[in-house]
């Protein structure tokens, strides 16, 4: 299993700003991704972020808009850049843990309100 | 392209009933099947999984969910819930295609345990 926290848990932000979201790992994990979770909806997976590479963003998702960082294998950050209301969402981190059980384990979230 | 159906957005039951969250899959291709539950304010828990063999498959408090191929549906199920299973409930795949190891995720189902 892997124990997973983020930082910030909540955040109010302004319009026009950017919010980094930090996550860390109690393991050593080759693959993190970082989903979305809007009001009253599923999650969405915003992009895959590998140790050593670039981050593979999903359709509808941009590196410039969600700059994401993997310096090594226990953590990783999220960047929400020049934020509108639309970016209000819960954000979550999630790493798949090794071997052929394919589990993913999430984070506890991070509460994005954008004023 | 791999896609998942909760039909159900909102499930309400009273304790000590039987309930079952239902969810159907599209993939072209073999998949694996998850639930994960996620609790009032907190992240998301993996509750149960198909990789393969037994259809049946069991969680440590008292769900299951059948893998059915021939229906591409994995219902979860409880004989008798009680108040503290009061959470949404996700169902996703994995499928192994081109798009790589990506979790779909549905809606979600809102199961509200009443006494």
């Known amino acids: 299993s892997a124990v997973i926290s983020q930082k910030p848990s909540r955040d109010i932000c302004q319009r026009g700003t950017s919010l980094t979201i930090q996550c860390q790992v109690d393991?050593?994990?080759?693959?993190m991704f970082w989903y979305r979770q809007q009001p009253g909806q599923s999650l969405t997976l915003i992009a895959t972020?590998?140790?050593?590479?670039?981050?593979?963003?999903e359709s509808g998702f941009v590196i410039d808009k969600f700059p994401i960082s993997r310096p090594n294998l226990t953590f990783s950050t999220l960047t929400v850049s020049n934020m509108s209301p639309e970016d209000s969402s819960i954000y979550l981190c999630?790493?798949?843990?090794?071997?052929?059980?394919?589990?993913?384990?999430f984070g506890p979230g991070t509460r994005l309100t954008v004023t | 392209a791999q896609s998942v159906t909760q039909l159900d957005s909102q499930v309400p039951v009273f304790e000590e009933a039987p309930v079952e969250l239902r969810c159907n899959y599209s993939?072209?291709?073999?998949?694996?099947l998850f639930w994960y539950v996620q609790y009032p304010n907190q992240g998301l828990q993996l509750l149960l999984k198909?990789?393969?063999?037994?259809?049946l498959v069991e969680s440590i408090n008292g769900f299951e969910a059948e893998f059915n191929k021939s229906q591409t549906s994995f219902h979860l199920r409880k004989p008798s819930v009680h108040i503290s299973d009061t959470a949404e409930y996700f169902c996703?795949?994995?499928?192994?295609?081109?798009?790589?190891?990506?979790?779909?995720f549905g809606t979600g189902t809102q199961l509200k345990v009443e006494l």
């Open positions: 999630s790493v798949e843990v090794g071997g052929m059980d394919y589990e993913q384990y």
């Open positions: 393991s050593q994990v080759t693959m």
């Open positions: 972020a590998n140790q050593g590479s670039e981050a593979t963003y």
């Open positions: 993939s072209s291709v073999s998949v694996y």
């Open positions: 198909y990789l393969s063999g037994s259809t």
């Open positions: 996703a795949v994995r499928s192994f295609t081109g798009g790589g190891n990506k979790l779909t």
